[in-house]
């Protein structure tokens, strides 16, 4: 092998690794996906880096086709590619025959759900990053009617959702699309175990396939990875995922394309594959496929200082990290904006999603709030599972409802459309997924609505402001969102102290 070669080779499973003396191929490989590690300004005993490049140049072969892409674009090398790699990147041959239709001919592919199963069809793995609301369940319908009409009629599928909920929701949409005696789908979760031996699609929740893999006697062909976003490097999903054999795997997600989370895209697209398409809320709400969105910026003005740890902390980094925890405990205990949440809140109009990041704050907001005339559900880890499609099935009834939850439990897996409002409370949360997937519990069009509110509350203090500005940029990204377009108001505290005295 000369200088100039950048050899590949298939390592084990789903690994590739690279051979090189190009020190230049070795370099533009690993700056590109090595990040600083953001932990390591409070801990000195941990990496300075993260790297998807392992120290023996190995990598997940889902980013494959991503490395060759940047080779030939930054270097003029000689790449050499081992025979044994090409069944892991295209694991099966697609002659590009007409899309099969679903069997309830009451359905139809839209364009880009056609586009995106012609694409997961040419290239047998990869990751569709589609916003909520967007018809992903009917993508997957079409992908696994495909591949048993035209690949494999005896291909064996797994659908892996999130929550047990999914797990009945993505069921009865696949009949609902039409079965006949080609798809045989069976759910496998915690609320329901109709497991059918003789089943070509089993649909099951993550929890689930983490505590019964060693029972879970059912090899599938075909890995399909719904809210794929979730399955974060070294978590025990993650590593049930990696103990499938099968190369032939989608990726569904509405916040897959993050760029502040490298490293998780980086773990996503190397255990699954490359983005085939990337489908935004705004391409979606300008065709009418989902709700327009109003977006309404509301800060809370504080006239004191930054709260502030003791003056007996002197070491610089033990005091940056209690100021925040210190920040959002002042605000979920103070009465009197406790008091304007609960008053912001009756007086919306519509049903309305309040998301809080923290389940004390959620607690006292709820409780406050029961006694006002709305009817009040709460969701967070103390409702059981099975109570919670019953209160998702009361909202879709009324039009003055309020759900009261957290981030975590009502951020995927919830399919209701009439939602006229959501509500961001705590002014915490700056993560692309916890924003995005909120914004989505309210996308899903209605008659009873042209567009969802989505109000945005903030503080003045140190990180509530900067997490606001993040979430502001993530509104632009995915919504195309000016700044123009945002209705700003600002409230004082201590005239809602004068208010609440």
Sequence with gaps: MDDSTVYFKKQQKNRIQFITKN?????????????????????????????????LNAFNCGLFLDIIKLLKTKLDCKIVIDKNIFPMIHPFKWNESELIEPINDSYKYRDYQKDAIYKCMKYGRGNVNLSTAGGKSLIIYGIILNIIKQINPKFRFLICVPTPQLVLEFYD?????????????????????????????????????????????????????????????????????????????????????????????????????????????????????ISLIKIKAIK???????????????????????????????????????????????????????????????????????SNKKEVFKINGSVPLQNRPDICNRIEKINNGVIIANHKCFGTGIDVSNIHNIVFASGYSKAAV???????????????????????????????????????????????????????????????????A
């Design 300 to 370: 809370l003005i504080h006239y004191i200082n930054q709260p502030q740890p003791p003056p007996d902390i002197t070491d610089r980094l033990e005091r940056a990290k209690k100021v925040y925890p210190l920040e959002f405990k002042y605000i979920e205990n103070n009465k009197h904006i406790n008091n304007f949440l609960v008053d912001f809140i009756y007086n919306l109009n519509g049903n309305s999603v309040v998301l809080f990041d923290h389940t004390k704050h959620l607690n006292s907001i709820y409780d406050l709030c029961l």
């Design 173 to 289: 949409k696949i009949i609902e699309y039409g079965c006949g005696n080609l798809l045989r789908p069976a759910k496998f979760s915690s609320i329901n175990r109709e497991f059918d031996s003789h089943a070509n699609i089993i649909i099951s929740n993550s929890s689930w396939l983490i505590k019964h893999k060693d029972e879970f006697k059912f090899n599938p062909n075909v890995l399909i990875i719904d809210e794929v976003h979730t399955i974060k490097k070294n978590n025990k999903i993650c590593r049930v995922i990696n103990t499938f054999p099968s190369m032939i795997r989608f990726g569904f997600s509405g916040t897959l394309a993050n760029s502040n989370d490298e490293e998780n895209l980086w773990n996503v697209i190397g255990l699954v594959g490359p983005e085939l398409i990337s489908i935004y809320p705004h391409e979606l709400q300008k065709d009418n496929y």
């Design 434 to 500: 916890k924003t995005i997937q909120g914004i989505g519990r309210g996308l899903r069009l209605n008659n009873n609505k042209n567009k969802l509110n989505l109000y945005d509350i903030y503080h003045s203090f140190r990180y509530s402001s900067r997490h606001f500005m993040t979430r502001l940029n993530l509104y632009k990204e995915f919504y195309n969102m000016n700044i123009s377009d945002i209705i700003y108001k600002t409230v004082e505290v201590k005239k809602l102290e004068k208010h609440y």
């Design 23 to 55: 020190d230049d191929a070795k370099r533009i490989i690993k700056d590109t996906y090595t990040i600083a590690n953001p932990a390591a300004r409070f801990h000195s005993n941990i990496p300075s880096t993260l790297s998807a490049i392992s120290q």
